[in-house]
């Protein structure tokens, strides 16, 4: 069945001024500050020093990886950490191993005094581990020799930092998602990668396209050129930096006509997966059929298929379940609603409840009107320590 472009991709926006000026200060709220970061640098270091001192863990070294490092996080970011056994991405792990050692960190933890453990998770594809630092204020997720997690946070950084908006715009989808309770892998919905996708996704679909297809990036499939040693790591790092650095985009487009433009994009998201899945690394949208395989790496459902473009053909999204999905249709159909509907449009403490969790609708009440703060852009270079 042929796709409808001019169905799925249509640029029409309802342009607001009420909507530009507010989306500044949305991201105002959300946009971490110096403080932010030193407080993630803070608990990076305790817990590094934690591991250090835990007897069957020393000589260990921990990672970050995630929102932080790439710097997609928001204020009431979690922070992402990966214990490292092995520098070697080849050296297999059993799944045993990994909780044992993640049990030994829960038990120091508890005798710092300084942690509350929320969870721990067994049995799931990656062993995990999670606690909040008192002192902090930090939700952690701790997993061991997640080596390709952190090789992918490290793309999309690069990725990121190609066009200013991106940031911006994750950002805004981000908590825009957490508000509808749509971003998180472990309820069944969006993970964090499956938005950037999404993103991603929608840049390069625009007209003209803002971001060009991966494969223009990288012909090939990360995970597996490492795997099997076909490339380094450096190799392929290099390789994008090359070509991210000849592309250029003659589009124009202001945050807020991207920002309508996402919603009136997805609000089709159901029908637009029904057949076909969603590829970044191809810039399009991609027949089902094409590639059995597809489905093969998603169990879970068939019909929602974010194509993950380091590891193909894995599903980033295939932890959603089908009526997840029902649920993620309903939060881009009623949005987009609400971003054209003219009695949100001319109130923005409606406009804000329908885009920002309550949280961070209180402080916005709590600033009594719009501040207009300016937002500092995005730093361009990941700092030493994480490479």
Known sequence: MAINARRFFSTRTTHSKLLESSLPEILSLIVPQDEDRVKRLNVITEFTSLVQSTKR??????????????????????????????????VYIEKSTKLFLLLDVMHALKKTGDSVLLNVLPLARVPLLIYRSITHNIK??????????????????????????????????KEWANAHDINNAKERTLNSLSIYLLVI????????????????????????????????????EDTFAANIATFTTENKS?????????FEKFSNIRSMTDQHVISTYTGKLENIVHKETWLETSPNNDNFIIEDPFKKPVNAACAVSSTQIVKISNAFIETHKQLTSSAVQSNNESLFVALVRP?????????????????????????EVFC
């Open 254 to 262: 202001s945050l807020c006509e991207l920002y309508i433009s996402f």
């Open 57 to 90: 863990l020393k000589g260990l070294s921990v990672k970050p990886f995630g929102s932080f490092v790439s710097n997609l996080y928001t204020k009431s970011g979690d922070l992402d950490l990966s214990i490292q056994l092995a520098h070697d991405p080849n």
């Open 201 to 236: 996704f929608h840049f390069q679909t625009c007209k003209p396209a803002i971001l060009p297809p991966l494969r223009d990036i990288y012909e090939g499939d990360v995970v597996s050129d490492i795997l099997e040693e076909k490339f380094t790591l450096k190799h392929i």
């Open 140 to 173: 952690c997720d701790v997993t061991v020799n997640n080596h390709m997690a952190i090789i992918k946070t490290n793309l999309i950084h690069r990725i990121s930092v190609m066009d200013w908006r991106f940031r911006d715009l994750v950002l805004l989808i």
């Open 359 to 383: 949280n961070t609708f209180s402080l916005f009440i709590k600033r009594g009107k719009l501040l207009h703060k300016c937002v500092k852009r995005p730093v361009h270079d990941i700092p």
